[in-house]
């Protein structure tokens, strides 16, 4: 397995192709880099003296110190000569951000940057990508402008993306989602890194806890699947595959040249390899937020918690076509909830507390289920909009939170007023989802992930009638 | 048809029960309509002399003035007699909010409300509901604290729940997601005014444009189905049901005790009265937006214009999985754009105009795209993250979308900095998605209503692999 450290840790990065016009791809990372990167950082333009403040060189051969990582944003018919100094200089990796290579069908082009990749035994990320955003060592060569997109908060999610454009967007969403991130890599071309090698290196990154994936094709699919393999093991991987349909597969060649292939044959893989695949983004990010607690179920049994009786009805709804089981809870617990609750709290699964369940009510409910041995996970429903509800009943459920070693997931949702509720148990370090199926899919990958790692002894199910899309 | 307008539009309300004790029922109705309805307002206690100002009697037959409509919020056993007072008094219809019948085993206590109100001729919804919202008129008989719940901007999607709990959830949710409402109504035991009711009245009012319904079991199906057909060819009718599943149908009959039914004879009713049958809440919003517009395709063929090649592939393969085509587009549009794009634009089905395709590049595509007769409707993809569109590119797409007569879709997400684009498109009338998949389903909807509705000429094709949650 290589080392790819150097990509995402580097002390020193020189940007080739570094510029001060505001706007240009050059301009963009030399700026992302000065205000995050806190290593050395060396802009290395042939007009220009100074770049961001910084002395700039004409070659990166004039650099006096050593550099660890380079980032090449120039035009596509220059760059395999800056690459081979590239290679005179020692650089261990060159993240290839140009674009014009074989997705326009200059294909020698692209081999001639392999040949001096060899030949120096240089690592390359691209070309014809957007490289890296590593949110704990400040790489980022994401060139799209503050003035545009934010950021995400730090977390334990990576992404690694075919599509750069996909990436960036990833990127602006999550911020907004409140959904923490460690990493994002997008890899273009992959003419020498792949989804193998990333998979591979984020085994070791103690950053990430989770990886997900986006997919149009992969190439070589015995060395993915081996990766993919040996690390679902230890970090559950979710995978986003598009080119499922004909006109799907026809538009994923005219974009990245790729052979979608028989969508089937990805299933299979996936399956194969233990990568948990996702119907859409909504639904990698959804399922990601719940593993990347790193609490996983002992039983597959799911136990769902309510103060609104129709939500419970949709979320064992959910659940079932997820190929999951509701909990059957023990005579026991339900003979102690009985005489603890009014007689219209149903005491079943679901639990329906009624409208004026307080939190008192989802406290002897939550600590009855958390003892009951069928009861792998918990899905607590709150709507929060009923008087009863106030501010201080999720602190009720993060005090419960904190002593469980069930996970539990959180479906609410609302607007303005009850934001701040969700925010709170989010930041408690619960995954919060606003829909019955949403929250159902969170704990489908949280029991289909255990039973990977071998907590659970079953079969994987297949999630019945969930949709493809 | 029965005429319900006096639930929707009464000229004076009495409130039974209403009460200046801060939090209980009786307070947050009085509380909700002092503050939004304009008509008289009549509050009845037995103890209370003043409410919110506003003289109180001890019973509705010393009211001096005509009262169109009442809502009772009194204890189960004494609403009888009440509403024998609101027969005499001539009252022309009572929402019930009280519960405490049929729900928990008091048929009999139900079957006199029953006999009151055929006695009388006054219509009833409820008992066991939270009533009406009315956008509107200012009826708002939900009575959740606006100190807890926002209510949504006025628009022309009415929403009739059987479970008050989620009504109540829906309206501060759409107040989030600025979804325009103009009814929400809650109609609990559902003993006299059901679902046919309401959709006949809905199908005369003006502010109505789609009736979206959530449902866990229908009793009177006959007459639903026939309303709903009548219905569903002016006003798109969607659906979202629960209790699909063993488990789900369980729970159901817990909650509202409805017999949830076989899942298949709703799926088949639903399609006899084109009833759009959603998977999930937020499925059944997304496709309300799009057919609020009321502009509906001439051609199934659906053409997508993106900057973004991965989100293009997406969509390609979420329409197909929503059983739609892609549009084919002429020679002649080919050609045309052909001459005028640089040669990286990719002039096909998905359109990618790449990365740096700007707000001119857009125009064109559009304007082709309009003028082509296979294309009934547009799939705007927008990374608007990207330095080329800035925020006059949405006005360019707005002055397109005023004279386009083809409906247009927008594909758009993004954090803090791009949501004021995304506004500024809601507010120009488009519907704004922040995923592939969900515009797919959108665009799902209008051609499945553009063939309800004549417009297009094929068999309303299922869905292929769309999930059921």
């Given at each position: 397995m290589a080392d790819l450290n150097f990509f995402f840790n580097p002390s020193s990065i020189a940007v080739i192709g570094a510029s001060d016009t505001v706007g240009s791809v050059g301009y963009e990372i030399m700026k992302n880099l000065h205000e995050d990167f806190?290593?050395?950082?060396?802009?290395?333009?042939?007009?220009?003296?100074?770049?961001?403040?910084?002395?700039?060189?004409?070659?990166?051969?004039?650099?006096?110190?050593?550099?660890?990582?380079?980032v090449i944003a120039i035009a596509a018919p220059f760059v395999s000569d800056v690459l081979e100094e590239c290679g005179k200089k020692g650089v261990k990796g060159v993240i290839i951000v140009s674009g014009g290579f074989s997705?326009?069908?200059?294909?020698?082009?692209?081999?001639?940057?392999?040949?001096?990749?060899?030949?120096?035994?240089?690592?390359?990320?691209?070309?014809?990508?957007?490289?890296?955003?590593?949110?704990f060592s400040g790489v980022n060569t994401i060139f799209l402008s503050k003035d545009k997109i934010s950021f995400p908060k730090k977390g334990k999610i990576s992404f690694l993306s075919?599509?750069?454009?996909?990436?960036?967007?990833?990127?602006?969403?999550?911020?907004?989602?409140?959904?923490?991130?460690?990493?994002?890599?997008?890899?273009?071309?992959?003419?020498?890194?792949?989804?193998?090698?990333?998979i591979d290196y984020l085994y070791y990154d103690e950053n990430s806890k989770v990886i997900c994936l986006y997919i149009e094709g992969i190439r070589r699919g015995q060395k993915f699947m081996e990766a993919a393999k040996r690390v679902s093991k230890k970090i559950p991987i979710l995978a986003l595959k598009s080119g499922k349909t004909k006109s799907g597969a026809k538009a994923a060649s005219s974009h990245t040249g790729s052979l979608a292939g028989e969508d089937i044959i990805y299933d299979s893989a996936f399956k194969q390899s233990h990568i948990i695949r996702a119907n859409n983004f909504e639904d990698l990010f959804d399922m990601a937020k719940a593993l990347e607690k790193g609490i996983f179920p002992k039983s597959d049994g799911v136990a769902i918690l309510t103060n609104a009786g129709g939500l419970g009805v949709m979320t064992a709804d959910?659940?079932?076509?997820?190929?999951?089981?509701?909990?059957?809870?023990?005579?026991?617990?339900?003979?102690?909830?009985?005489?603890?609750?009014?007689?219209?709290?149903?005491?079943?699964?679901?639990?329906?507390?009624?409208?004026?369940?307080?939190?008192?009510?989802?406290?002897?409910?939550?600590?009855?289920?958390?003892?009951?041995?069928?009861?792998?996970?918990?899905?607590?429903i709150l709507l929060l909009q009923v008087p009863t509800l106030s501010l201080d009943s999720v602190d009720t459920i993060l005090r419960i939170k904190k002593i469980s070693d069930k996970p539990m997931i959180i479906l609410g949702a609302g607007g303005e007023i009850i934001t701040p509720y969700l925010i709170k148990l989010e930041e408690g370090g619960l995954a919060v989802y606003p829909s019955p199926e949403r929250a159902a899919r969170a704990a489908y990958a949280l029991v289909n992930h255990a039973i990977v790692r071998g907590d659970i002894h079953r079969e994987r199910k297949e999630n019945i009638g969930v949709c493809k899309i």
């Open positions: 806190p290593g050395e950082l060396y802009p290395i333009n042939i007009k220009q003296k100074l770049i961001f403040g910084k002395p700039s060189y004409k070659s990166i051969l004039d650099v006096p110190s050593k550099v660890d990582m380079a997705e326009i069908g200059e294909k020698e082009r692209e081999a001639k940057l392999l040949e001096i990749s060899k030949k120096y035994g240089i690592r390359i990320i691209g070309p014809n990508c957007i490289g890296i955003y590593d949110n075919q599509s750069g454009a996909f990436a960036g967007l990833i990127l602006d969403w999550t911020s907004k989602e409140r959904i923490g991130i460690s990493n994002v890599v997008s890899y273009g071309n992959k003419i020498d890194v792949n989804e193998a090698d990333l959910a659940l079932e076509m997820n190929g999951l089981r509701l909990a059957n809870l023990s005579e026991d617990t339900i003979k102690k909830l009985r005489d603890q609750f009014p007689e219209r709290v149903v005491v079943s699964n679901p639990m329906d507390l009624v409208g004026d369940a307080d939190k008192g009510r989802y406290e002897v409910g939550l600590n009855a289920l958390l003892e009951d041995k069928d009861v792998g996970l918990i899905i607590v």
